[in-house]
């Protein structure tokens, strides 16, 4: 009988396949993909991205170089340059040309970060902030890696916070947005390997340059201190670029908070963090089943093991009965089984099957022999036959190999049974001395290879079959990986993660969108301990010393200073001899700590009121991708209660991942990588970041269209034209009075809005409904809807309507002038100036471009700079803005009315300079309304002023309206409009052109009715042809019917 072995059925499946380099050792490893997750920016477009404007201060470190960590510091200030009066400049350079963000993005940001824009109290100080009720709001930026380049995951995160950050701060908040970046333990290190690799050199230990067997070879190994230096160089060189990308895309984080993972201060706060929790029972040393990367040689997170659909081989075996009577002898009966990884058969401990299962009842208690296994005078090593309710009866044939050492699944089956758990691999994935002579020191591929070939030539091979399988890869070095047991420090998580369900779950945290809190809920239920060490040398090293040789007694303590004190403390004579343990933290264990750790915690722990870290935390928003949701969030909120007391910030908002415009995933391999550097050099950083944020929904993958960025620049250079036409038109020539007097102060209130006439009461109506949605919007984290609505409103409202009816107010041709026009130029720029508020955190370099060329009120004495991002929101509290429900439904009717027409005139094919006659008929209020409006009508109906009247609905004058030769256009009840025939055609003309039109039809109906008539045709032709071909006729004779009813309708 066959059966299958489990690893099959397994998440955790492996493939058989072998690539070329399947042997090779981690150094060749290394080398062999030293290209890989590498990038370089060489195009002309990028590189601009990299003056000298957008590189971060030359002060880029956070800490000096005595600095030992035991106080929370600031950096300094970038020193202000010539462009310190950035405003000013712009103002007076005036707005010049077309659209084009190269010419002023980097320019700005030099200037906001220069001038502080970016820290909390840039808008007020603290003091007034909290005299106003304003409380912080604070962001903790998710650290990208410190050697990384910028994609899209770093630039949606940048354009959804800071809406956040901008949006806050101009509310009166003060916001902290807290930068940094993280060490990334794998990523960077494995980066010096390969440098390392490409000299002919790798890192060595202490033991192994001690054993060199000559001085050429221990000139090969790297000790560790000069390899952390080669790292340290390394991240030195490398780790600008990504902040300074960070900045070319507007990010107003506050850069002299900016920390590094492994800084001072934060490393002390690492090593109490781990002395804390180890003081509470939670962190611990055991042996336990973990992701290997033979290729890196350490211990990997589930985050960084990939699953890939890869097609492997099933291989069937036997498994021989031992005799009863002669112990590793065998018998005539065996067991069929199946397995993916014939090499783990060397680590096979028990055969399992299910209790209830009758083929296997009578076998239940012997043993089998592990094949290929001589233990001496012909003999085989046996295993157990065990039943457990485990097994899937109906699959393969119920019978599965346990490999406890081997399988994450069979590990815990093998703690059950107590059975012995065999490790057959070295760290390398080569097979060791448990496997017997003829395959110690094999790759694991290999000895799968050879041991297939001695199974089958010693009769026990059944078969091999293809199978797709899941295959977990490294995400770092892409081989497969390997579960190995090993000794790890764990920490205990059942505990804290069930204080971190609870924050969810009592409100303490609200995760945006909330349908992911059934994740939470179900990943916090059912989490396991958390393996933290691993086995590198970039990191935090592990706070743990032992005593002289041994490697179980061991001290924890914050440094070694501490850990000497403690051994002397526990017994230890003074000249005790202490090792430090030599793996580091999981780069996940540090960043956990962020929300906190950046604010100064634990150096700032207790102490007054105006640290940071009282200030600043808890934080208040946590915004990230909902891919690391479990593996950096729930740290951080598990952590943060079991260090702090306190869930570490109030909202978790979650956005979606950055696909193709298809919707597929991005990928090199595809060829649909789209590059943010490239975009914003292209389009402008603005374009961007509107794409991004807008038309999505929280925790959306949204896909990314170029036609959509491009269609986003168009907006931008809308927006550019806007302000245009209003400080170059509307505002041009005017006093000095008049000018200073239309900076906008605060929202237009109910008095002098009650004076202005329909069209200015119906844009700040519109005006003001949008400021509330928005805010309202923001405040509930729908960001997308939000920006979405401040589009429509510039476009189809400002643009489209009002600055078009403005023109017959500024301009005396058009019937303008006098107090009209001043009327006009304060809502133009009110309304311009509040739509530039509400887009600037969505889209801050065009919108603070422009604002500067806008009259504006002087900035106050707390401001940093008189910069667009400081002032004030156009709704700085739940005070409701003035609106007008009837004045918006009045002119609404205008706008269709206005439509009507013009619809009209494309129907008839008007010319478009002509002008013509119509005759308005409307009831009572709203007939007033278009009389008084009528010079806007003319003008946007192109309507000849000689030849437009209004008349009352039901008048005579309407009943003659209805009986000329007029085309009627019905708007709504009550409201038609009649455009006389006469001026719309020249009847003749359109007579000969439709009957030339309807001559041409009839000869086309004619031949393509003919042949649908003919026998041949419709009999021979394919049935598809055919119908294409009647459908042809029915469209034809459509379009022949609507031109006879023109034809009739001119007589």
Not at 372 to 395: L, N, Q, T
Not at 958 to 977: C, F, H, I, R, T
Request: net charge negative.
């Amino acid at each position: 009988m066959l059966a299958f072995n489990h690893h099959c059925q397994t998440a955790l499946a492996f493939t058989i396949r072998r690539s070329s380099s399947s042997s090779a050792s981690p150094a060749a490893f290394l080398v062999n993909n030293s290209v890989k997750n590498t990038r370089q920016i060489t195009t002309t477009a990028t590189s601009r991205l990299f003056s000298s404007v957008t590189e971060p201060p030359k002060t880029t470190t956070t800490t000096t170089a005595d600095d030992d960590g035991s106080t929370y510091k600031l950096k300094p200030r970038p020193t202000p340059t010539n462009d310190s009066q950035y405003d000013l400049t712009n103002l007076s350079n005036g707005i010049q040309g077309s659209y084009d963000p190269t010419l002023f993005e980097s320019q700005l940001y030099q200037w906001w970060e220069q001038a502080g824009c970016f820290e909390p109290d840039s808008k007020q100080s603290a003091d007034t902030a909290s005299t106003n009720g304003k409380e912080p709001y604070v962001l903790p930026m998710p650290p990208p890696n410190v050697t990384g380049r910028l994609h899209m995951g770093h630039a949606i995160f940048v354009a959804l916070q800071d809406v956040l950050a901008r949006f806050h701060r101009m509310r009166g908040r003060p916001v902290l947005w807290t930068p940094g970046t993280d060490h990334a333990g794998i990523a960077t290190q494995l980066q010096v390997e390969k440098a390392l690799m490409l000299e002919g050199k790798r890192r060595g230990t202490e033991e192994e340059i001690a054993n060199a067997s000559s001085e050429e070879e221990r000139e090969k190994l790297v000790p560790r201190e000069e390899f952390l230096e080669r790292v340290w160089e390394y991240k030195e060189e490398q780790g600008g670029a990504i902040t300074s990308q960070l900045r070319s895309l507007g990010a107003s984080a506050d850069w002299t908070r900016e920390r590094f993972t492994m800084d001072p201060a934060l490393s002390v706060g690492v090593s109490e963090a781990f002395v804390r929790l180890h003081e509470k029972g939670l962190v611990y040393r055991g042996t336990y089943m973990v992701n290997w990367s033979p290729g890196l040689m350490t211990a990997v997170s589930d985050l960084e093991v990939e699953y890939s659909e890869e097609e492997g081989k099933l291989y069937y075996f036997k498994y021989v009965v031992e005799d009863e009577e002669e112990e590793g002898k065998a018998t005539e009966e065996f067991l069929a089984v199946a397995t993916t990884r014939p090499e783990t058969i060397f680590g096979d401990t028990a055969v399992c099957v299910n209790p209830e299962d009758e083929r296997y009842g009578h076998l239940i208690g012997k043993r089998v022999l592990v094949p290929m296994s001589d233990i001496g005078d012909g003999k085989a090593r046996s295993i157990p036959i065990i039943a457990d309710e485990y097994v899937d009866m109906e699959f393969g044939t119920g019978a599965l190999k346990i490999t406890p050492g081997h399988d994450p699944n069979d590990y815990e089956l093998g703690k059950k049974y107590d059975l012995e758990i065999m490790n057959v691999m070295n760290k390398d994935a080569t097979m060791n001395e448990k496997c017997g002579e003829p395959y110690v020191g094999l790759d694991r591929f290999e000895a799968r290879e050879k041991l297939w070939s001695d199974m089958e030539e010693a009769g026990l091979v059944i078969k091999a079959e293809p199978h797709m399988q899941r295959v977990p890869r490294s995400q770092r070095g892409g081989e497969i990986i390997e579960p190995l047991v090993s000794k790890q420090w764990f920490v205990k998580t059942e505990g804290m993660g069930a204080k971190a369900l609870a924050a969810v779950k009592d409100g303490d945290i609200t995760i945006v969108p909330s349908r992911f809190e059934k994740v939470w809920y179900g990943w916090l239920t059912d989490i396991r301990d958390w393996c933290i060490s691993r086995q590198l040398w970039w990191g935090h090293r592990i706070p743990v010393w032992y005593v002289d040789e041994s490697e179980e007694e061991y001290i924890v303590a914050r440094n070694a200073e501490e850990a000497k004190e403690k051994a002397i403390e526990a017994g230890h004579s003074a000249d005790i001899v202490l090792r430090q343990e030599d793996d580091v933290l999981d780069t996940w264990f540090s960043s956990g700590l962020w929300p906190f750790a950046t604010v100064g915690w634990p150096q700032d722990e207790g102490k007054d009121a105006s640290t940071d870290l009282a200030r600043f935390y808890p934080g208040t928003c946590l915004e990230t991708g909902y891919d690391i949701l479990f593996f950096w969030v729930a740290r951080m909120v598990m952590l943060g209660i079991e260090l702090t007391d306190v869930s570490p910030f109030k909202v978790i908002y979650l956005h979606g991942l950055v696909r193709a415009a298809d919707g597929t995933k991005m990928s090199k391999t595809k060829g649909n990588v789209v590059d943010p550097l490239d975009t914003v050099s292209e389009y402008g950083a603005d374009s961007l970041r509107y794409s991004l944020v807008t038309g999505v929904t929280p925790g959306q993958d949204i896909p990314l269209n170029m036609d959509k960025i491009a269609a986003n620049k168009a907006f931008a250079n809308k927006l550019w034209n806007c302000c245009k036409f209003v400080t170059g038109n509307a505002l041009k020539d005017i006093d000095e009075e008049e000018l200073k007097s239309l900076g906008v102060s605060g929202p237009i209130g109910k008095e002098e809005f009650d004076t202005l006439a329909l069209p200015e009461r119906y844009i700040i109506s519109k005006c003001h409904e949008l400021v509330e949605s928005v805010t309202e919007d923001i405040e509930k984290y729908q960001l997308g809807a939000a920006g979405s609505k401040i589009y429509e409103f510039l476009w189809d409202q400002y643009a489209d309507w009002y600055i078009e009816i403005s023109k017959t107010r500024l301009y005396e041709g058009f019937g303008g002038g006098g107090e009209e026009a001043k009327t006009a130029r304060r809502v133009l720029v009110y309304i311009l100036d509040t739509s530039m508020r509400l887009l600037h955190p969505y889209m801050p370099y065009v919108t603070e471009q422009l604002w500067h060329h806008l009259p504006r009120v002087p900035k106050t004495e707390e401001m940093a700079a008189h910069s667009l991002m400081l002032a004030d929101w156009p709704q700085m509290d739940d005070t409701r803005l003035v609106q007008d429900k009837d004045a918006i439904a009045s002119f609404e009717v205008f706008q269709a009315l206005t439509r009507t027409i013009r619809n009209a005139r494309s129907e008839y094919n008007v010319e478009q300079g002509k002008k013509i006659a119509a005759t308005i008929v409307a009831p009572g209020e709203l007939k007033d309304m278009i009389e008084t409006e009528i010079n806007s009508l003319i003008m946007l109906a192109k309507l000849d002023p000689d030849q437009v009247s209004v008349v009352e609905a039901g008048s005579d004058e309407a009943k003659a309206a209805a009986a000329g030769d007029s085309a009627q256009l019905v708007v709504q009840e009550g409201v038609e409009a009649y455009l006389p025939m006469a001026g719309l055609v020249d009847i003749e003309k359109e007579k000969q052109r439709l009957e030339k039109q309807s001559a041409k039809l009839a000869k086309e109906i004619e031949k393509l009715a003919g042949r649908l008539q003919s026998k041949g045709f419709v009999d021979k032709a394919p049935p598809a042809v055919v119908d294409k071909a009647k459908a042809e006729l029915a469209e034809l004779e459509d379009q022949a019917s609507k031109v006879d009813a023109s034809l009739k309708a001119l007589g």
